[in-house]
């Protein structure tokens, strides 16, 4: 069962974040923990990390964009081949 990664609420009036820098590609497998991406809000930088171990199956939201808090920024899969069913590759 795949994972969505969404952006968290870190602090009381966080409203939107950009995403930084990518630390992994669609096809990276993750441990529980690991470093994905780090995201800058209003007041901060922050690390998002993995809430789960798997594959990245889909990495949605580019470098330099900027979502609201809840958005989806990527979605990891439970293992390759239920990654590649969600690339539909």
Same mark, same amino acid.
Request: with cysteine; hydrophobic share 50%; charged share 25%.
């Given at each position: 069962?795949?994972?969505?990664? #969404?952006?968290?609420?870190?602090?009381?009036?966080?409203?939107?974040?950009?995403?930084?820098?990518?630390?992994?590609?669609?096809?990276?497998?993750?441990?529980?923990?690991?470093?994905?991406?780090?995201?800058?809000?209003?007041?901060?930088?922050?690390?998002?990390?993995?809430?789960?171990?798997?594959?990245?199956?889909?990495?949605?939201?580019?470098?330099?964009?900027?979502?609201?808090?809840?958005?989806?920024?990527?979605? #990891?899969? +439970?293992?390759?081949?239920? +990654?590649?069913? #969600?690339?539909?590759?």
């Amino acid at each position: 069962m795949s994972t969505d990664v #969404i952006l968290p609420k870190w602090g009381l009036t966080m409203e939107d974040g950009t995403v930084v820098a990518w630390h992994v590609r669609e096809g990276d497998t993750v441990a529980e923990g690991d470093l994905l991406a780090e995201v800058e809000t209003e007041k901060v930088e922050n690390e998002l990390l993995a809430p789960c171990a798997g594959v990245v199956a889909s990495v949605v939201v580019a470098e330099d964009e900027t979502v609201d808090v809840g958005t989806v920024l990527a979605v #990891i899969a +439970a293992d390759e081949a239920e +990654a590649t069913r #969600i690339r539909g590759v």
